[in-house]
């Protein structure tokens, strides 16, 4: 047990200051001591030890004297002072604002400025009586009045706010920020006209009953029906498109107004004679031409080809290019006789083959072709683009090994009999492991995470990457030490000496963590 320093308790207790001073070297002083130093209580202040009985600590400012709260760093007495978000007040007042103490009873807060006059209501940061001033969005009117326009009070008997614009006479309507009379005027979109009508057009107003509105423009005379921006009378006239024609028609093409029962209207072009169909934006007879793809032919044919007509009795068309002779297949844009020519790939070969390699056709009782390559003489298998005999040689990994061996090691052929692969490195010795791309014995060494270890004794453990025997030494957190029974972090340690607390290991009489 370690010896009991008699000043440090001296300096805990003064009410034992006198029984310390004269039983110091007896056992009852001992005994005393003990007793003191279980009932004193001590505690840290930043670096500092106090007594919380004599001295208080506000947020690791130590003051000489004991108050019980804390202002900031400063302890003071609640009963006599008063702290306002952090400052401290020389007096004891109910409220704060801002940090400022004061009695509501006398004055009066409004957003953290303190006014020296007690007022019900607050106007920004300042108090007012509610019952002789008006507030208007934070500006403070001097007379009373039962409503606002912008920050301007006003008496909505005798005045008119019209978008937050005050109008010095009363009026029932608003005009944008001008108050008017509705049974006299008119409102058009913002702008006042100075008559009553019944309708708008854009901001004029206007009579329906003699006047027509197309499109926002204003027309003098009346008509049922509108063409843009103009009135007009559909009995006599005609639209298309927004363009007016000055005669009727029942029909449009484009913007002109014609007749559908003699002339014809192809793609917004009118032609002028009457036929039944159209191509592109010619009108023809399809009983006489053909059409093909927008072109006209001035000939009747059944099929198409492009744009050109033809009688696919005695041609050909082959994506869009015309043969000038009847075949039964095409190869590409070329047509041919299948029973005299072999077609590989958009390509034709003037020979009949029944097999294709890439573009070329071949006979495959005598060739082989292996990825598009084509090899002049006949095997069973292909090494990337190479046939073999697999018989006499070994593909790995298309790498072609001129030897018979059983198994692949990466693109290299071997005998598992005499040689080890390990992660695709062929070893030359037969081994029973790998440890990562080496091959060992067992019984010689050791394989942790990789790395191989020569095996010593009982190395049957692995440290991260380092072997060891646990007689001997510990594993802690794959960090190796001297043998203990328990673990602390990375480190070992006996718990008769040691605690760990939270990863930090401490002497054994210091329980608490």
């Given at each position: 047990?370690?010896?009991?320093?008699?000043?440090?308790?001296?300096?805990?207790?003064?009410?034992?200051?006198?029984?310390?001073?004269?039983?110091?070297?007896?056992?009852?002083?001992?005994?005393?001591?003990?007793?003191?130093?279980?009932?004193?209580?001590?505690?840290?202040?930043?670096?500092?030890?106090?007594?919380?009985?004599?001295?208080?600590?506000?947020?690791?400012?130590?003051?000489?004297?004991?108050?019980?709260?804390?202002?900031?760093?400063?302890?003071?007495?609640?009963?006599?002072?008063?702290?306002?978000?952090?400052?401290?007040?020389?007096?004891?007042?109910?409220?704060?604002?801002?940090?400022?103490?004061?009695?509501?009873?006398?004055?009066?807060?409004?957003?953290?400025?303190?006014?020296?006059?007690?007022?019900?209501?607050?106007?920004?940061?300042?108090?007012?009586?509610?019952?002789?001033?008006?507030?208007?969005?934070?500006?403070?009117?001097?007379?009373?009045?039962?409503?606002?326009?912008?920050?301007?009070?006003?008496?909505?008997?005798?005045?008119?706010?019209?978008?937050?614009?005050?109008?010095?006479?009363?009026?029932?309507?608003?005009?944008?920020?001008?108050?008017?009379?509705?049974?006299?005027?008119?409102?058009?979109?913002?702008?006042?006209?100075?008559?009553?009508?019944?309708?708008?057009?854009?901001?004029?107003?206007?009579?329906?009953?003699?006047?027509?509105?197309?499109?926002?423009?204003?027309?003098?005379?009346?008509?049922?029906?509108?063409?843009?921006?103009?009135?007009?009378?559909?009995?006599?006239?005609?639209?298309?498109?927004?363009?007016?024609?000055?005669?009727?028609?029942?029909?449009?093409?484009?913007?002109?107004?014609?007749?559908?029962?003699?002339?014809?209207?192809?793609?917004?072009?009118?032609?002028?004679?009457?036929?039944?169909?159209?191509?592109?934006?010619?009108?023809?007879?399809?009983?006489?031409?053909?059409?093909?793809?927008?072109?006209?032919?001035?000939?009747?044919?059944?099929?198409?080809?492009?744009?050109?007509?033809?009688?696919?009795?005695?041609?050909?068309?082959?994506?869009?290019?015309?043969?000038?002779?009847?075949?039964?297949?095409?190869?590409?844009?070329?047509?041919?006789n299948p029973a005299y020519n072999t077609c590989c790939k958009g390509v034709l070969n003037h020979k009949k083959e029944r097999s294709c390699c890439g573009t070329v056709a071949y006979n495959s009782a005598y060739k082989t072709c292996c990825k598009g390559?084509?090899?002049?003489?006949?095997?069973?298998?292909?090494?990337?683009?190479?046939?073999?005999?697999?018989?006499?040689?070994?593909?790995?990994?298309?790498?072609?090994?001129?030897?018979?061996?059983?198994?692949?090691?990466?693109?290299?052929?071997?005998?598992?009999?005499?040689?080890?692969?390990?992660?695709?490195?062929?070893?030359?010795?037969?081994?029973?492991?790998?440890?990562?791309?080496?091959?060992?014995?067992?019984?010689?060494?050791?394989?942790?995470?990789?790395?191989?270890?020569?095996?010593?004794?009982?190395?049957?453990?692995?440290?991260?990457?380092?072997?060891?025997?646990?007689?001997?030494?510990?594993?802690?957190?794959?960090?190796?030490?001297?043998?203990?029974?328990?673990?602390?972090?990375?480190?070992?340690?006996?718990?008769?000496?040691?605690?760990?607390?939270?990863?930090?290991?401490?002497?054994?009489?210091?329980?608490?963590?």
């Amino acid at each position: 047990m370690e010896m009991v320093n008699i000043e440090t308790v001296i300096r805990y207790s003064k009410t034992n200051l006198e029984k310390m001073i004269t039983c110091k070297e007896t056992f009852t002083a001992l005994l005393l001591c003990f007793a003191l130093i279980e009932n004193t209580h001590a505690d840290v202040c930043e670096n500092a030890t106090y007594s919380p009985a004599y001295k208080t600590c506000c947020n690791g400012v130590l003051n000489q004297e004991w108050g019980r709260s804390c202002c900031g760093t400063v302890a003071y007495n609640p009963a006599y002072k008063s702290c306002c978000n952090g400052v401290l007040n020389h007096k004891k007042e109910r409220s704060c604002c801002g940090t400022v103490a004061y009695n509501p009873a006398y004055k009066s807060c409004c957003n953290g400025v303190l006014n020296h006059k007690k007022e019900r209501s607050c106007c920004g940061t300042v108090a007012y009586n509610s019952a002789y001033k008006t507030c208007c969005k934070g500006a403070l009117n001097n007379e009373w009045n039962r409503s606002c326009c912008g920050t301007v009070a006003f008496d909505p008997a005798y005045k008119s706010c019209c978008n937050g614009v005050l109008n010095h006479k009363k009026k029932r309507s608003c005009c944008g920020t001008v108050a008017y009379n509705s049974a006299y005027k008119t409102c058009c979109k913002g702008v006042l006209n100075h008559k009553k009508e019944r309708s708008c057009c854009g901001t004029v107003a206007y009579n329906p009953a003699y006047k027509s509105c197309c499109n926002g423009a204003l027309n003098n005379e009346w008509n049922r029906s509108c063409c843009g921006t103009v009135a007009f009378d559909p009995a006599y006239k005609s639209c298309c498109n927004g363009v007016l024609n000055h005669k009727k028609e029942r029909s449009c093409c484009g913007t002109v107004a014609y007749n559908s029962a003699y002339k014809t209207c192809c793609k917004g072009v009118l032609n002028h004679k009457k036929e039944r169909s159209c191509c592109g934006t010619v009108a023809y007879n399809s009983a006489y031409k053909t059409c093909c793809k927008g072109v006209l032919n001035h000939k009747k044919e059944r099929s198409c080809c492009g744009t050109v007509a033809y009688n696919s009795a005695y041609k050909t068309c082959c994506k869009g290019v015309l043969n000038h002779k009847k075949e039964r297949r095409c190869c590409g844009s070329v047509a041919y006789n299948p029973a005299y020519n072999t077609c590989c790939k958009g390509v034709l070969n003037h020979k009949k083959e029944r097999s294709c390699c890439g573009t070329v056709a071949y006979n495959s009782a005598y060739k082989t072709c292996c990825k598009g390559v084509l090899n002049h003489k006949k095997e069973r298998r292909c090494c990337g683009t190479v046939a073999y005999n697999s018989a006499y040689k070994t593909c790995c990994k298309g790498v072609l090994n001129h030897k018979k061996e059983r198994r692949c090691c990466g693109s290299v052929a071997y005998n598992p009999a005499y040689k080890t692969c390990c992660k695709g490195v062929l070893n030359h010795k037969k081994e029973r492991r790998c440890c990562g791309s080496v091959a060992y014995n067992p019984a010689y060494n050791t394989c942790c995470k990789g790395v191989l270890n020569l095996k010593k004794e009982r190395s049957f453990f692995c440290c991260g990457i380092v072997a060891y025997n646990p007689v001997y030494k510990s594993c802690c957190n794959e960090v190796l030490n001297r043998k203990m029974r328990s673990c602390c972090g990375t480190k070992s340690y006996d718990r008769a000496y040691n605690t760990c607390c939270n990863g930090v290991l401490n002497r054994a009489w210091e329980r608490s963590c």
